[in-house]
């Protein structure tokens, strides 16, 4: 006996077989490509995600070297600290003398002097640079405790150096003394 489908069953059956083939077809052709394109974008976005931290990274690292340049300059841009050239001596000597002064120093005598051929010797290269030295001579006249804040004041930049200090007392007062100090200077050679 065979059984008979209605025309009711039929329409079920052929919904059925639509709907199975309309997934088969969606799932084949539609969303498999689209799966695959999906996966593709997420180890895409992955590699764009590490190169942004990457460059947050190297952004915050450029800003704190920004910053240090920055207390570099600001810390370097004063003429204390400054690299002179020979030819800007009278500049420095300008800068000692307001330094001498500042401290309640009085100076009676400033006098550069090139130093002999050892200058060559004692030559110094720092950053591309050369360096060579140059004396200057100073008479002054200070009580102790001024003469301290004086040198204190020219050790702050490391291309001055003292090289000979003499102290002998002042006829005129107790309180003060006449001093002899010669400065090493390192300047560039132009």
Do not use: W
Not at 61 to 76: H, P, V
Not at 79 to 96: M, Y
Not at 130 to 155: D, N, V
């Amino acid at each position: 006996m065979a059984k008979t489908i209605s025309e009711k069953q039929k329409k079920i059956i052929l919904i059925a077989l639509g709907t199975v083939t309309a997934l088969y077809i969606d799932f084949t052709y539609i969303l498999k490509p689209q799966t695959r394109n999906l996966h593709k974008l997420s180890s895409e976005l992955g590699q764009v995600r590490m190169s942004l931290k990457q460059y947050k990274k190297g952004a915050s690292e450029i800003r704190a070297l920004q910053i240090n340049l920055d207390n570099l300059k600001a810390k370097y841009a004063d003429s204390e600290n400054k690299i002179f050239s020979e030819s800007e001596i009278t500049t420095l000597l300008d800068g000692i003398s307001k330094k001498a002064s500042a401290c309640g120093l009085k100076v009676m005598q400033m006098r550069p002097e090139m130093l002999s051929a050892e200058r060559e010797k004692e030559a110094l290269n720092s950053a591309g640079l050369r360096l060579l030295p140059i004396a200057l001579k100073l008479e002054l006249t200070s009580g102790y405790h001024q003469l301290g804040m004086f040198l204190s004041a020219l050790e702050n930049n490391p291309l001055i150096s003292v090289s000979q200090l003499k102290i002998n007392p002042d006829s005129e007062g107790f309180t003060k003394h006449k001093v002899e100090l010669t400065l090493k200077i390192y300047a560039s050679k132009q």
